[in-house]
C-alpha cells in the first residue's frame, strides 16, 4: 500500500484546512474555533459519534468499519493547540492572532487526521471501530491527560492508540520510530535560596544569596556526571536566575531559580530529583543559607510499546518504502499518558528542511500530507483487515 490516490485527491482540501487552522492558532485549553471546525467537520463526514468538551475542550469522533467482528477499537490521536510564540514566517495564511502561532506543526496533525476521518467514513473498508481523538494543550497543559481523566479510553473501549508527530530535518514523508523509552520525562523545579542581605562593602555581615546560588547551579551538573550511571540519560537544567537586589551594593536576600530535568526512566527521574534536593539544601547549608525546593513532576517518560511500534513501522514501511530508528528525543510528549493507559505507539514523519519546531520562522510541510494520513488509514485497514 503505497500513498492512497484518494489522498492525492484530497490534498487540496486537506491543505486549505491545515491553513485554515495556521491562520488562526489558539493556546493550551482555548481551543474553541479548532474544536468547533474539527466536530463540525466530523459530522459533515458521517461519524457515527461526535463528542465535544471530553479533557475540557477536546473531541473524540467514532467511525465503525463495514463490519464490527473483530473487538478492536483503535485511536488515532492528534493534538490541536499552538504556542504562545509571535510568527514571523511571512506566509500568507499567517497567524491573524499575534503571540499565538502553530510553531509545533498541530495545524498539520490536526489536518491529516481529519482527513484521514474523511477517507475512513467514506471507505469503511475495515473490521471493528476507530476512535479519532482530537487534543488540547499538548504544550505543557496536560491535554492528554484530562481527556483520559475523562474516561474515554473506557468510555470507547480503545484497545490500542497511536499518535505521530512531524519533524523537521528528515525527509518530507519519511518515517522514523523506535520501541520502548523514546520521549523524556519533564519535571520542573523552583529553587529558593534564603540568605541574609546587607551592605556590599560588608559581606563578613551577610549570607551572600547569589554566591551560594553559583554553588549550587554549579553542584548541580554533578548530578549528571557523578551520581547517573553514563549510559542512562538525564538533563538538568538551571534556566532563570533572579536576585532579589536590583542595586550594585546590595547583597542580596534571595535568589529564586527556576530549571528543569529531563529523564528516560522512573529510576533516573528519582535518583534526579532525590540529588536535586539533597544538593540543594546541603550547599545551602554549608554556607550557612537556607534552600527551598518546589519540584513538580510534568509528563512521564513516552514509552512505545514493542508490538504496535512493530505494526506501526510496517505501515510506515509500506507508505513509504522505509522507516529508520529514531534516537531517543529528551523533549517531552503528553501522548505518554495515552500510552500508559493503553499499548500503542508514537512515530515521527519527516518535515523536510527548515526551521524547527518552536522556531519562529517554522511551518508545516504540506508535502507531508498525503504520507501522513496514509499511515493513519493503513494502521487502520491493516490491523483491522475487512472481514
Ligand atoms: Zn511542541
Ligand atoms: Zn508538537
Known amino acids: 500500500m503505497p500513498v492512497k490516490n484518494r489522498f492525492a485527491e484530497l490534498l487540496p482540501e486537506i491543505t486549505a484546512w491545515r491553513r485554515d487552522l495556521h491562520e488562526n492558532p489558539e493556546i493550551l485549553f482555548e481551543t474553541h474555533r479548532t474544536s468547533a471546525l474539527v466536530a463540525e467537520k466530523l459530522r459533515e463526514f458521517g ?103 475523562d474516561g474515554m479510553m473506557d468510555r470507547w473501549n480503545i484497545t490500542e492508540v497511536y499518535g505521530m508527530h512531524n519533524w523537521p530535518g528528515r525527509p518530507v514523508g519519511s518515517f522514523a520510530i523506535r520501541p520502548g523509552a523514546f520521549f523524556a520525562a519533564t519535571d520542573q523545579f523552583e529553587i529558593i535560596i534564603e540568605g541574609k542581605g546587607g551592605h556590599a562593602a560588608k559581606p563578613q555581615e551577610t549570607v551572600d544569596s547569589t554566591l551560594v546560588a553559583a554553588h549550587v547551579i554549579t553542584a548541580l551538573q554533578s548530578i549528571a556526571s557523578r551520581n547517573a550511571d553514563p549510559v542512562d540519560q538525564v538533563v538538568v537544567s538551571v534556566t532563570s536566575i533572579e536576585s532579589s537586589s536590583k542595586a550594585f551594593n546590595v547583597i542580596a536576600q534571595r535568589v529564586h531559580m527556576k530549571g528543569t530535568v529531563r529523564t528516560m526512566s522512573k529510576g533516573m527521574r528519582d535518583l534526579a530529583e532525590k540529588r536535586l534536593k539533597a544538593i540543594s539544601e546541603g550547599t545551602a547549608g554549608a554556607f550557612g543559607a537556607v534552600a527551598a525546593i518546589k519540584y513538580h513532576r510534568g509528563y512521564p517518560c513516552m514509552v512505545n510499546h514493542e508490538d504496535q511500534t512493530a505494526f506501526a513501522a510496517e505501515v510506515a514501511r509500506s507508505v513509504s518504502g522505509g522507516c529508520e530508528d529514531a534516537p531517543l528525543v529528551m523533549g517531552g510528549e503528553d501522548f505518554a499518558f495515552m500510552l500508559e493507559e493503553r499499548p500503542g505507539a508514537y512515530i515521527l514523519v519527516g518535515n523536510g528542511d527548515g526551521a524547527s519546531v518552536h522556531h519562529p520562522e517554522y511551518n508545516f510541510n504540506d508535502d507531508a500530507i498525503p504520507a501522513g494520513c496514509s499511515w493513519w488509514a493503513g494502521i487502520v485497514e491493516q490491523r483491522m483487515p475487512a472481514a
Open 47 to 149: 461519524c457515527d459519534e461526535v463528542v465535544t468538551g471530553i479533557g475540557r475542550t477536546g473531541v473524540v469522533g467514532v467511525i465503525k468499519g463495514k463490519t464490527d467482528t473483530s473487538g478492536k477499537v483503535i485511536g488515532l490521536r492528534a493534538d490541536m493547540d499552538a504556542l504562545p510564540i509571535l510568527e514571523a514566517t511571512g506566509l500568507a495564511y499567517a497567524s491573524k492572532t499575534p503571540g499565538a502561532m502553530h510553531a509545533c506543526g498541530h495545524d498539520g496533525h490536526t489536518a491529516m487526521l481529519l482527513g484521514a476521518a474523511k477517507y475512513l467514513s467514506e471507505t469503511r473498508n475495515f473490521d471493528g471501530q476507530v476512535v479519532v481523538i482530537f487534543q488540547p494543550a499538548e504544550e505543557g497543559g496536560g491535554g492528554g491527560r484530562e481527556m483520559c481523566e
